[in-house]
């Protein structure tokens, strides 16, 4: 409805509009505010028009997949329907490169626990609904996509890493973990493709957006541990070390000529069990072994 | 139907060119009958003005819809 309606805008331009109701102003008054409701409620509920998505080329395009419902949704019964279709595809609709992309961002800014919330935050925001329903619709969601979906991963590994430190980020703090993290993205996108995260204003776009939506008032963010640390646990260490393999290949199609090995010994330090982590701030345990 | 949704936009948007561009037409009839189904029971003298209510709603929502 809202991609006719934007069509429409664009051959129609901007008319004037003379309003000449059928019966007394005050009854229409009344009645045009009562449809505009009823109305509203029930457009948000149907469900956008499928359009082609855009192949995910091998050397990643730096656009978004449009976070459209698939041809597939056609076969659910009907009162799945009336649910966001985005629910039933949300790692499909965010590109491939994002993930390696996060994994490369977080190892160079040495916090290994980050890369799952990371990727559980840009899923959501690009695939399920805001908690805040409120003026952004669809289209001015869309052109915020539009954006960069890196400057995306960059606001929510800023985000993610002030929640895993438990502590408050000050302006400046911000600035220079911005332009860090922004810097590192550019650093690690192949060369052929130029274009990318140009400058940190996007990054700042993201966040006024994630204030506004109340991103952070959704299951991936309330889920990180408060405080839990950068560190990935002796617990998360087996899980950590055999996604990382699993994904070698993706890892070396983004990260063009880094060595396999290279990885590994980098990784090392924070997979190693038992090294750090039985050392806890409160109790001072002595390895008698 | 149709020539009703048609009459109305044309009366709200008198700059428009005849014929009204179908597409118009169409995106008011649907919500009409959107209309019909989520406030199916009105007084009459508003059921009177659905139709005309109804175009003049598609109209102010393409125009106040930003890219």
Known sequence: MFMQIRRLKQTLGLPK??????????VYQKLYRHLDSALAAGARR????????????????????????????SRTPASARHKRKRESAISSDVPTWVMPAIRGLCKRLEAPA???????????????????????????????QSLSVEALVVAVYILVRTRL????TDPKGYSAQRDDAARVMNGLRNDEEPSGLRDSASVDTWMREINRGRWTEMDWF????????????????????????????EEDSFLVGRQRSDRYKAEKPFLQPGLGTMVSLQFHVVDDC | ?????????????????????????????SLLAQSRNKASSLKPEEEIARTYACAHLTCERLVMSRL
């Open chain 2, 1 to 29: 139907m149709d020539r009703a949704v048609a009459q109305a936009l044309n009366s709200l948007i008198p700059e428009l060119n005849d014929p009204v561009p179908k597409e118009l037409v169409e995106l008011a009839v």
């Open chain 1, 46 to 73: 149907t469900p956008r028009a499928p359009k082609a998505v855009e192949p995910t080329t091998p050397n990643r395009t730096p656009t978004v997949t449009p976070r459209k419902s698939r041809v597939t949704t």
């Open chain 1, 17 to 26: 509009i003379q309003s000449r109701p059928p019966c007394p102003p005050r």
């Open chain 1, 165 to 168: 430190l438990g502590v408050q």
């Open chain 1, 222 to 249: 309330e889920n990180i541990g408060e405080g839990a640390g950068l560190a990935v646990d002796k617990v998360g260490a087996t899980t950590g070390d055999s996604s990382d393999k699993d994904d070698v290949d």
């Open chain 1, 114 to 144: 980050a890369p799952p919330h990371v990727f559980a935050g840009v899923s959501s925001i690009l695939t399920l609904p805001p908690p805040v329903q409120d003026g952004l619709d669809d289209i001015q969601l869309e052109r915020l």
